[in-house]
């Protein structure tokens, strides 16, 4: 397969991306508003082409300890599910990032808490950056604002799984998993030999040939003082991951007295909010994190003796707000906006807001 | 240029199938395309609606306050979107479903009776593609060519043979809407 433009809903994007980038195995279970993605590969019929595996598992809790199982040989394995679903992985989730297995997680979240309701909501901000599961671990979290952004994300959380022998997670929400738009699809690469995942993965578990020592994928270590040196290790990992891997976008900042800082699909309508400002003669810009861990906290930090406030506006009723709060350590007002429980902003409400919270 | 459209009715009306179809006819006109369907627990007789944005630069926000056309097939929607015309804008829609007459002067309104001409093409299923007509011809943002390819696009091979059903149905839009 080459290049080819299509018009795509996100998580129809994200399946193609997965195919094209010669993923080994896709293990999920069905929950709006991300269902598309599991639906588009068993239409797709990758096992006929590609040989990869998709596997609708029994539950969530099934499906992420097949992607502990698979990511333990080497292969290029993933879920996906929704909010209530993500949390049901969270225990296979901590196991895989204690196992330092590479893998990829997408999560299209829905308005919470409990099943709540199926429309977006970007309420699970803490439970991916935060930990979630159990332990000192951390996810590498991107986070998609476009269909094109669900499929080159497929492709970048991969890297940075096996970059970093770290699972990936996609960070989306049900607007940028259910709209459609244009999408170019990277050509299709075949997926790994065992040869190749042989020499680029030797921890893996894929068959003990004779001479060499077995390879053990386990979280579990019950001499307390070689956890804390896996710890240790790992956190050297995760400050490497903090010192390479932050990505953000800037709109209208460099002359910004006020700025929004917004992720995923609340970025896409704080843009036109920025528009909107800037007719209007108001100079504001915009921030986007597009990795929430790594947080672009220098970045942030940097704004802080230039800009008179911060507006954080996202759909949960306020988490990202503190990590812009510690970026900028006090230095200017931060304030935060959002809707809840699936409700979403307008450009006008932003705007709104920002005026009556920070200008006013 | 830039459009900002909003479709909405009924569940089964076809609301988000026509707004995918002007979604391709887009996407065929090289244009930067999104359409951002309400995904709620909607069904046959339930309201839906989608919006979407035809624009020859990226577009930002999918979520928007105010549209500069609203296609609305039902009252509920017509309560709901009326309002949301930017001044100047088009509001269209179709005489079978609505009862109570629009209020505003600001916008130019449209009445395409789409309901009525499937019943008498014997196709429901025409209405649609009927009310997309009225709009190309209010507003021709995409070539009639592009709709048809962006059908072709959007229709498994299987229905392909319905595609010139499709294109008299538009032709049909074209020819009775009217202005209000």
Not at chain 1, 33 to 48: F, G, K, V
Not at chain 1, 243 to 257: G, L, S, T
Not at chain 2, 29 to 49: C, D, F, H, I, L
Not at chain 2, 72 to 89: H, T
Request: proline share 5%; charged share 25%.
């Amino acid at each position: 397969m080459s290049e080819e433009i299509k018009l795509l809903k996100g998580n129809e994007a994200i399946a193609h991306a997965a195919i094209r980038y010669g993923t080994d195995g896709y293990f999920g279970y069905p929950i709006t508003p991300q269902s598309e993605i599991m639906e588009t590969l068993m239409a797709e019929m990758p096992w006929e082409t590609t040989g990869m595996v998709v596997l609708q598992a029994e539950s969530e809790v099934a499906a992420i300890n097949m992607v502990y199982g698979g990511a333990g040989t080497g292969k290029r394995v993933m879920t996906s599910s929704s909010s209530p679903g993500i949390s049901l992985k969270l225990e296979g989730i901590s196991y895989i990032a204690g196992a330092e297995l590479p893998c990829l997680i997408v999560n299209v979240m829905r308005g919470g808490p409990g099943l709540g309701t199926i429309q977006p909501s970007q309420a699970d901000y803490f439970q991916t950056v935060k930990g979630g599961g159990h332990g000192d671990y951390r996810l590498i979290t991107l986070a998609p604002s476009s269909v094109q952004e669900m499929a080159d994300f497929t492709e970048l959380g991969f890297d940075l799984a096996f970059k970093y022998s770290n699972p990936s997670m996609i960070l989306a929400d049900g607007i940028v998993g259910q709209m459609m738009e244009k999408v170019v699809l990277p050509p299709a690469r075949p997926r790994k030999t065992d040869e190749e995942i042989s020499t680029e993965s030797p921890w893996a578990a894929r068959g003990k040939t004779t001479g060499r020592k077995p390879n053990i994928i386990t979280s579990l270590e019950l001499d307390a003082a070689a956890m804390e040196e896996n710890n240790l290790r790992f956190q050297a990992k995760y400050r490497k991951i903090e010192e390479n891997e932050v990505r953000y976008e800037e709109f209208m900042c460099d002359d910004a007295e006020y700025l929004l800082i917004a992720f995923g699909s609340s970025a896409r309508i704080c843009q036109k909010a920025v528009e909107t400002a800037r007719a209007e003669g108001m100079k504001l810009g915009l921030l986007r994190p597009i990795t929430l861990w790594p947080f672009p906290t220098k970045a942030i930090a940097g704004y802080a003796g230039r800009v008179k406030g911060m507006l954080s506006v996202e759909l949960n009723a306020g988490q990202m707000v503190e990590d812009v709060r510690l970026a900028v350590e006090g230095k200017v007002k931060v304030e935060h906006y959002g809707r809840l429980g699936g409700i979403i902003f307008t450009p006008d409400e932003i705007l709104a807001a920002l005026k009556e919270k920070l200008i006013n | 240029m830039k459009q900002e459209i909003i479709i909405a009715g009924f569940g089964g009306q076809g609301v988000l199938s026509m707004g995918k179809i002007l979604a391709y006819s887009g996407l065929m006109e090289g244009k930067e395309v999104t359409w951002m369907p309400s995904y709620g627990p909607e069904q046959r007789g339930g309201t839906a609606n989608v919006t979407v944005i035809l624009s020859d630069q990226p577009i930002s926000s999918p979520i928007l306050n105010e549209y500069d056309i609203a296609i609305v097939l039902n009252q509920p929607s017509m309560d709901k979107f009326e309002s949301k015309v930017k001044p100047g804008g088009i509001l269209i829609y179709d005489g079978y479903g609505i009862h109570n007459p629009v209020k505003r002067n600001d916008i130019n309104v449209y009445r395409v009776d789409a309901m009525d001409a499937a019943t008498e093409m014997k196709n429901e299923k025409a209405f649609n593609m009927i009310i997309l007509g009225g709009l190309l011809k209010v507003v021709p943002m995409v070539q009639l060519e592009n709709v048809l390819l962006g059908l072709k696009k959007s229709l498994p091979e299987r229905h392909h043979k319905l595609i010139p059903m499709n294109e008299a149905a538009i032709r049909k839009g074209m020819e009775i809407i009217r202005k209000v």
